[in-house]
């Protein structure tokens, strides 16, 4: 079956240093990937998408990889805050009509002042 | 950006009541709506999947008697949890996606129902 895998464990840094998470998959070739944050009792936020023909996405302070050979995709936060302390969520679409978007397990960042 | 409204952020109910959650898309057509429930530290597991005009669509184990969909208008879908039990109790998200801004989704901000 399709499956979505990111870190369960709790990612914990420093305030200033570069946040990585993993999102693998299996089972499945994906459209694309989209990375949402949630914060404690709230729904989630849309932060990137990346499709499969790029290999990298940019937005200010986030980045984005996608490596279909790997079945991988990179989510990085440089020159992280406080602020940034969230869950953050990888989800992937076919791309098709037929869209059932499928959530990872999220994985928490607790970035320390 | 979109937005999306949801109804009730809390509720608390006696055992055997219906619950009613509203979702409602402020500034776009909602054409597909999709209702998660979410336990804590836990991923998000869809529920349903609803276009407008059409009976929703349910995923394996949720049982569609319990959890009644409506998706009657292009910016409004309802939730109702019947008949609630202490089981249900759980956070339960919507999201609203419109075809025409592509594959991103906007959620609710969620209702976290406890069923005494």
């Known amino acids: 079956s399709q499956k979505i895998e990111q870190n369960s464990e709790a990612l914990n840094i420093q305030e200033g240093k570069t946040a990585t998470l993993t999102c693998n998959y299996t089972n499945y070739s994906p459209a694309y990937l989209q990375w949402y944050r949630q914060d404690p009792g709230r729904g989630p936020v849309f932060l990137l998408l990346?499709?499969?023909?790029?290999k990298e996405k940019r937005k200010e302070r986030l980045k984005v990889t996608f490596d279909t050979t790997l079945k991988q995709s990179l989510f990085h936060i440089t020159a992280s805050q406080p602020a940034d302390s969230a869950t953050y969520l990888c989800?992937?679409?076919?791309?098709?009509?037929?869209?059932?978007?499928?959530f990872g397990r999220g994985t928490s960042l607790i970035v320390h002042p | 950006g979109a937005v999306v409204s949801q109804h009730p952020s809390r509720v608390i109910c006696k055992s055997g009541t219906s619950v009613k959650i509203e979702c409602r898309s402020l500034?776009?057509?909602?054409?597909?709506m999709f209702w998660y429930r979410q336990f804590p530290k836990q991923s998000l597991m869809l529920m349903a999947t609803?276009?407008?005009?059409?009976?929703?669509?349910?995923e394996q184990g949720v049982e569609k008697d319990k959890f009644l969909i409506n998706h009657a208008s292009l910016t409004l879908s309802t939730l109702t949890v019947t008949s609630a039990h202490p089981e249900d109790s759980s956070f339960y998200i919507c999201s609203a996606k419109n075809r025409d801004r592509g594959e991103k989704l906007f959620f609710g901000s969620g209702t976290q129902l406890s069923v005494l």
């Open positions: 500034d776009f057509q909602a054409t597909t």
């Open positions: 989800v992937f679409g076919n791309g098709g009509g037929s869209y059932i978007p499928t």
């Open positions: 609803s276009n407008e005009g059409s009976k929703a669509t349910y």
């Open positions: 990346i499709r499969e023909n790029e």
